[in-house]
């Protein structure tokens, strides 16, 4: 069945996001396949949407129908297209195809099925509990004054323990963020802050800027939520805000999801000159930002740029963060900072599908951040620069010819393997004993950053240098150097 609200494109439409004059040199039929299907990726044809008949198309990129047959066909093999009996080409709406869901959830599902216990599993950016939240949770009275309070109440709270709100509220605002309890929610981790903020405020159809290489789950939602995806560089200062002012001349962008402080994977460090242009930007252009603050914690013990919320007198950036770097993941604690009045929305929203965050260990966490926090933050970035260092001279000795550039803070490096299909090669790295995610798994376009792999450096040292002797067998092996 059609579905009415899914636009198609003309072909002259399609004729002039292809970019045709600008491709690339090979085969015609390849080059079209390969612009069709990053029309797809990035929301301009959505699930379902007609492609035109084969003879319009030829005729408005003026070249043989023979052409777009056989660009059909290499994208209806890999499954980003469908064509029934009697009925026009469409975009494949499978949410199994690859077309559909990001590839990071089916081959991450793989890396992590096959992992044996001799494997280092570096896949996930993600901490082992810091002490104190061990030592809190196994005896809360070493935390808490008077633990009763762990169990008082019927532990219902749609947006979030009282205590724990005005911890965020307290903890923001000593970051350089005036925020008040009822500007904050608690969500489950900042993931379904993320989720959340993208249903409340996408519909098919709009306009989402987002980085181009970024944190897989976000490009998950993206791709799901149907928006239109323009995808922003990252360099050293973090998303390029030129590229998001030119697509604005070009396309209407709703909203982007921005990750200024610590970028995963990249590890860039927006300035505070480039947070200021690109609020202005925003106002300009009535778009809404999303800052994903889940690493801002993690500065190496550097002094980072005020919060890209301090630079809006607008209420147009809506702040996010989370507990799951610093302290641990398992405590599957984030939050939202907005305007109250969104907030109220997204309470609705969320309590409509949970009825809210697990009490006791809100309550916790309210204490860690009042308490404990500097302590933790301290603890963990000094940990994190031991594992750095150890993991870059790791490379600089075993792997000379890979490149990097030492992160400004977060828990990742992002490693280029010249000449090298990361794909290829962390399933090869897995045969050989590490599972590290591969560049085109972070990325929301297909063909970028094929030589790049992530590797977080959350390992105490020695399992980080062990991890790069066999990442180095590995690429050695593969390469013949
Ligand atoms: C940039 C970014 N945002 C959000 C998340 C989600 O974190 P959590 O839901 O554990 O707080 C992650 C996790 O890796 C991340 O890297």
């Given at each position: 069945m059609d579905n009415w609200h899914v636009l198609s494109l003309d072909s002259t439409k399609i004729a002039t996001l292809l970019g045709w004059e600008d491709a690339e040199d090979g085969p015609l039929f390849r080059r079209l396949a390969d612009g069709l299907r990053r029309l797809a990726e990035e929301g301009?044809?959505?699930?379902g949407s007609h492609l035109p008949p084969e003879r319009q198309l030829a005729h408005a990129l003026a070249v043989s129908r023979n052409t777009v047959t056989a660009a059909y066909a290499v994208l209806r093999t890999e499954g980003w297209i469908e064509a029934r009996q009697g009925s026009a080409t469409r975009?494949?709406?499978?949410?199994?195809s690859e077309a559909a869901v990001h590839r990071a959830d089916s081959e991450m599902a793989t890396l992590l099925r096959d992992l044996g216990s001799r494997t280092i599993d570096l896949t996930l950016a993600a901490p082992g509990a810091a002490p104190i939240v061990s030592r809190s949770i196994a005896d809360p009275s070493s935390l808490l004054p008077?633990?009763?309070?762990?169990?008082?109440?019927?532990?219902?709270y749609a947006a979030g323990h009282p205590h724990l709100r005005t911890a965020v509220a307290a903890l923001l605002s000593a970051q350089g963020l005036a925020t008040r309890a009822d500007q904050v929610m608690i969500t489950n981790g900042s993931h379904q802050a993320l989720s959340l903020l993208m249903k409340e405020l996408t519909r098919p159809g709009m306009g989402l800027a987002i980085?181009?290489?970024?944190?897989p789950g976000a490009i998950d939602l993206a791709i799901r939520s149907g928006v239109l995806m323009h995808l922003l560089p990252v360099g050293k200062d973090g998303a390029d805000v030129d590229a998001l002012q030119a697509t604005c001349r070009r396309a209407r962008v709703d909203l982007a999801i921005l990750t200024?402080?610590?970028?995963?994977?990249?590890g860039a460090l927006m300035s505070a000159e480039t947070r200021r242009r690109l609020v202005r930007v925003a106002q300009e252009e009535d778009m809404v930002l999303i800052d994903d603050?889940?690493?801002?914690?993690?500065?190496h013990g550097a002094t980072a740029p005020?919060?890209?919320?301090?630079?809006?007198?607008?209420?147009r950036v809506v702040t996010i963060g989370g507990m799951?770097?610093?302290?641990?993941?398992?405590?599957r604690l984030g939050w939202i900072r907005a305007r109250s009045s969104l907030i109220n929305r997204l309470v609705e929203q969320k309590s409509g599908s949970d009825?809210?965050?697990s009490a006791p260990m809100q309550i916790i966490a309210a204490e860690l951040l009042r308490h404990h926090h500097d302590a933790t933050r301290t603890w963990r970035n000094k940990q994190l620069r031991r594992s750095l260092d150890a993991l870059e001279s790791a490379l600089l000795t075993s792997m000379p010819a890979a490149e990097w550039g030492r992160p400004?803070?977060?828990?990742n490096l992002w490693i280029r393997l010249p000449g090298t299909d990361a794909l290829e090669f962390s399933h090869r790295a897995l045969a050989g004993g590490v599972a590290v995610i591969a560049g085109p798994l972070l990325s929301?376009?297909?063909?970028?950053?094929?030589?790049r792999i992530r590797v977080p450096f959350y390992a105490q040292p020695a399992t980080l240098t062990e991890a790069v002797t066999r990442l180095a067998r590995c690429w050695a092996q593969m390469t013949g150097r």
């Amino acid at each position: 069945m059609d579905n009415w609200h899914v636009l198609s494109l003309d072909s002259t439409k399609i004729a002039t996001l292809l970019g045709w004059e600008d491709a690339e040199d090979g085969p015609l039929f390849r080059r079209l396949a390969d612009g069709l299907r990053r029309l797809a990726e990035e929301g301009y044809l959505v699930d379902g949407s007609h492609l035109p008949p084969e003879r319009q198309l030829a005729h408005a990129l003026a070249v043989s129908r023979n052409t777009v047959t056989a660009a059909y066909a290499v994208l209806r093999t890999e499954g980003w297209i469908e064509a029934r009996q009697g009925s026009a080409t469409r975009i494949a709406t499978s949410r199994t195809s690859e077309a559909a869901v990001h590839r990071a959830d089916s081959e991450m599902a793989t890396l992590l099925r096959d992992l044996g216990s001799r494997t280092i599993d570096l896949t996930l950016a993600a901490p082992g509990a810091a002490p104190i939240v061990s030592r809190s949770i196994a005896d809360p009275s070493s935390l808490l004054p008077d633990p009763s309070v762990l169990t008082q109440g019927h532990g219902y709270y749609a947006a979030g323990h009282p205590h724990l709100r005005t911890a965020v509220a307290a903890l923001l605002s000593a970051q350089g963020l005036a925020t008040r309890a009822d500007q904050v929610m608690i969500t489950n981790g900042s993931h379904q802050a993320l989720s959340l903020l993208m249903k409340e405020l996408t519909r098919p159809g709009m306009g989402l800027a987002i980085e181009e290489v970024a944190y897989p789950g976000a490009i998950d939602l993206a791709i799901r939520s149907g928006v239109l995806m323009h995808l922003l560089p990252v360099g050293k200062d973090g998303a390029d805000v030129d590229a998001l002012q030119a697509t604005c001349r070009r396309a209407r962008v709703d909203l982007a999801i921005l990750t200024p402080d610590f970028q995963n994977p990249t590890g860039a460090l927006m300035s505070a000159e480039t947070r200021r242009r690109l609020v202005r930007v925003a106002q300009e252009e009535d778009m809404v930002l999303i800052d994903d603050r889940t690493h801002a914690d993690l500065d190496h013990g550097a002094t980072a740029p005020l919060p890209l919320a301090s630079f809006d007198d607008q209420a147009r950036v809506v702040t996010i963060g989370g507990m799951s770097k610093l302290y641990w993941g398992g405590l599957r604690l984030g939050w939202i900072r907005a305007r109250s009045s969104l907030i109220n929305r997204l309470v609705e929203q969320k309590s409509g599908s949970d009825l809210g965050t697990s009490a006791p260990m809100q309550i916790i966490a309210a204490e860690l951040l009042r308490h404990h926090h500097d302590a933790t933050r301290t603890w963990r970035n000094k940990q994190l620069r031991r594992s750095l260092d150890a993991l870059e001279s790791a490379l600089l000795t075993s792997m000379p010819a890979a490149e990097w550039g030492r992160p400004s803070g977060g828990p990742n490096l992002w490693i280029r393997l010249p000449g090298t299909d990361a794909l290829e090669f962390s399933h090869r790295a897995l045969a050989g004993g590490v599972a590290v995610i591969a560049g085109p798994l972070l990325s929301c376009r297909a063909g970028r950053a094929t030589d790049r792999i992530r590797v977080p450096f959350y390992a105490q040292p020695a399992t980080l240098t062990e991890a790069v002797t066999r990442l180095a067998r590995c690429w050695a092996q593969m390469t013949g150097r």
